[in-house]
């Protein structure tokens, strides 16, 4: 639940033509909360400047994840997920040397499942296998690439490509040094 006080704060809420803002639901809790809406002009996206350098931020730092680690393209999503977890734990002097997700937490309750230390995107991620889960023959881990932080769970998202399957755990072993996908090899 969002307190009255953090929408005190916000005076004005400006996006793109977009259907996923541009509705009466939303019209509604804005004028309620005494808000102004705004929606900038067609093709002019320089007129929502600070949602822009975001979005390049977010895409820029996912793109340098995805291309250090030789990450493949399908992954894209989780590695914005992991940037936009990342930057909103990462202190900032415009706040204080608060981080982002700190602040918000002044005003509202945020969820506590939310506090996993950083890895390394792209690295290899060893899941534990339950001895219910396996005979006695089968390995006790699975080798799979880290590549998100859960936000419904408490714990990091490794995916395993050869089953392509998505594991939600905390009992998993970082080789953060170690890159799943191999680099490509250079011509000589």
């Not at 900032?92 to 939310?114: A, M, Q």
């Not at 998505?166 to 011509?187: A, C, N, R, W």
Request: charged share 15%; net charge positive; proline share 7%.
């Amino acid at each position: 639940m969002v307190s009255t006080q953090f929408h005190a704060q916000v005076k004005i809420f400006r996006t793109d033509n977009g259907g996923k803002y541009v509705n009466n639901t939303l019209s509604s809790f804005f004028r309620a909360q005494g808000i102004i809406y705004q929606t900038t002009t067609p093709f002019t996206p320089q007129q929502n400047g600070v949602f822009e350098r975001k979005n390049r931020q977010l895409l820029e730092v996912a793109c340098s994840f995805m291309l250090d680690m030789c990450v493949p393209h399908h992954l894209w999503g989780h590695a914005i997920l992991s940037t936009a977890y990342l930057i909103n734990r990462t202190p900032s002097w415009v706040l204080d040397f608060k981080t982002p997700h700190d602040v918000f937490g002044d005003h509202v309750s945020p969820v506590s499942i939310l506090k996993l230390p950083p890895k390394v995107f792209g690295c290899v991620a060893y899941v534990h296998v339950y001895s219910h889960q396996r005979s006695k023959l089968d390995p006790c881990a699975l080798q799979c690439v880290f590549i998100d932080y859960s936000s419904t769970q408490k714990g990091y998202k490794c995916y395993h490509p050869p089953t392509q399957k998505m594991h939600v755990t905390l009992d998993v072993t970082f080789h953060e040094e170690v890159p799943y996908y191999v680099f490509p090899s250079s011509p000589i």
